[in-house]
């Protein structure tokens, strides 16, 4: 499968923004997605995560209640709705996919979108 990320750009603190990855390919249904950000000079933190199916959603303690994951496997897409957005948000935001359950981490996804990257300005 292959993951395009998009949505990104410059937003105020405190507002919202809603960023999107679509897949192609024939089978993106069997994939779980995630989420990931990575700020510069930090590791790649994990945010989100949703099942194949989109019952199943896991969050990052750092993000929840915050961040809202969720997928159309109709479109191929799955989106990420960021609220009350912080100068510390600030990021490149990955998508991600898998196929076996729920990972937090970034070397258990095999797939990879390019990035989009997420600018909150104070």
């Known amino acids: 499968v292959q993951l395009q990320a998009s949505g990104g750009g410059l937003v105020q603190a405190g507002g919202s923004l809603r960023i999107s990855c679509a897949a192609s390919?024939?089978?993106?249904?069997?994939?779980?997605m995630a989420w990931f950000r990575q700020a510069p000079g930090k590791e790649r933190e994990f945010l989100a995560f949703?099942?194949?199916?989109?019952?199943?959603?896991y969050y990052a303690d750092s993000v929840k209640g915050q961040f809202t994951i969720s997928r159309d496997n109709a479109k191929k897409t799955v989106y990420l709705q960021m609220n009350s957005l912080k100068p510390e948000d600030t990021a490149v935001y990955y998508c991600?996919?898998?196929?076996?359950?729920?990972?937090?981490?970034?070397?258990?996804?095999?797939?990879w979108g390019q990035g989009t990257l997420v600018t909150v300005s104070s």
């Open positions: 949703i099942n194949w199916s989109g019952v199943s959603t």
């Open positions: 991600a996919a898998k196929i076996g359950g729920y990972s937090s981490s970034w070397n258990g996804y095999n797939y």
């Open positions: 390919g024939r089978t993106f249904n069997n994939y779980d």
